[in-house]
């Protein structure tokens, strides 16, 4: 059964500062990998997604990586603000659009 | 723009009383599921459909029930057999046919709290 598991689960950094999220899952068979951001109280708002055959993925300040061999996928945010302070979450489609999640990464950007 | 549209933003439910959450979706999406997001728990699968007039049980469908008569829509109703129903319930829907490349959409939320 495939297992999403987000470390840590709560972050702080100072603004300014590069941070890699870290999302890990259990079976490699996957279709494809999404990131999500999500503010209190809203819903969720897709960053990126990388599909199997690719290795990253790069939107403005944000750069995804997926390791399948290994199980891994990393968000990297570069030089991070204030305003980045959400629960990032990712997102496995084992191949039937059903996605598994993990339980995200709480993320605070202090300035 | 296209988008998922849920409503009520809010909704409060006395003891023993059903009460049913919207989802609209205009993205021309085949797929639309159900989840119920709870503390520290990230997010548990409910229901889903893949096609107009058939849908599936999730992980911890037991107290809800769905229906999915037109494409656009897929509304999620709590019964009263759901003991613990107070939670964030998120709509999310997808493309399906070309290997998920698009990802999940998902609506703003809904939440459901038990007075």
């Known amino acids: 059964k495939q297992e999403v598991t987000q470390i840590p689960a709560a972050l702080s950094v100072p603004e300014g500062e590069n941070l890699v999220l870290n999302c890990s899952f259990t079976d490699s068979a996957i279709y494809n990998l999404q990131w999500f951001r999500q503010d209190p109280g809203k819903g969720l708002t897709s960053l990126l997604l990388?599909?199997?055959?690719?290795r990253e993925q790069t939107s403005g300040r944000l750069n995804a990586s997926l390791d399948k061999s290994s199980g891994r996928s990393t968000l990297y945010i570069a030089a991070s603000q204030p305003g980045d302070s959400a629960t990032y979450l990712c997102a496995v489609n084992p191949g039937t659009y059903k996605y598994i999640f993990g339980t995200g990464t709480r993320l605070k950007v202090l300035a | 723009d296209g988008g998922i549209t849920q409503s009520p933003k809010y909704l409060f439910r006395k003891e023993g009383q059903n009460v049913t959450l919207s989802c609209e979706q205009n993205l021309n999406h085949d797929a639309m599921y159900w989840y119920r997001q709870d503390p520290g728990q990230g997010l548990r699968l409910i229901y889903y459909?893949?096609?107009?007039?058939?849908?599936q049980k999730g992980d911890i469908a037991e107290g809800y029930s769905v229906s999915r008569e037109k494409k656009e829509s897929f509304p999620l109703t709590v019964t009263s057999a759901q003991k613990n129903p107070t939670a964030f319930y998120l709509c999310?829907?997808?493309?399906?046919?070309?290997?998920?490349?698009?990802?999940?959409?998902f609506g703003s939320g809904t939440r459901l709290t038990v007075v």
């Open positions: 990388i599909q199997s055959s690719q």
């Open positions: 459909s893949q096609i107009v007039n058939d849908f």
């Open positions: 999310a829907s997808i493309r399906t046919g070309t290997g998920g490349v698009d990802g999940y959409t």
